[in-house]
């Protein structure tokens, strides 16, 4: 059967900020400029998640989006959006929030209920212009 990517886009809202704790508020705003208001700051992420396997000869799918969906939801959206990533997400506790993290931190949430066989890629727009991808590498 052929190969077949499928993706599955959401939404979500959060504050962070991006500093060091061991280092001091000059250093971080050199590095991190105004990303490292002691304030925080917020963007409105994009998300895209692909699943690419063989197409199920039974069903159609490579995976059913609709579960799919319901993962984004529960493992992603109800744990990040409208969150202080620094101070309320348990994973950011001693991880910079930066947009490279913030994917690792999505792909392992979401790579436990996928199915081994098929290849898992999360790509995250922090703005517009702005956007990583991560796919377990």
């Not at 990303?35 to 000869?57: M, Q, R, W």
Request: proline residues 4%.
């Amino acid at each position: 059967m052929p190969k077949v990517t499928v993706h599955r886009k959401a939404h979500f809202n959060a504050a962070h900020r991006l500093y060091r704790k061991d280092w001091s508020d000059k250093k971080n705003f050199e590095v991190f400029n105004k990303c490292s208001n002691p304030n925080f700051h917020g963007h409105n992420y994009e998300l895209i998640v692909a699943l690419t396997g063989e197409i199920d000869k039974e069903t159609g799918y490579v995976f059913d989006l609709g579960v799919l969906k319901d993962l984004i939801k529960t493992e992603i959206e109800d744990c990040l959006d409208h969150k202080n990533l620094n101070l309320e997400v348990a994973e950011f506790e001693n991880l910079n929030p930066t947009a490279e993290n913030i994917s690792v931190v999505i792909y392992s949430k979401l790579k436990q209920h996928i199915p081994n066989h098929l290849d898992l890629k999360v790509t995250l727009y922090e703005t517009p212009r702005n956007f990583v991808s991560y796919s377990g590498e």
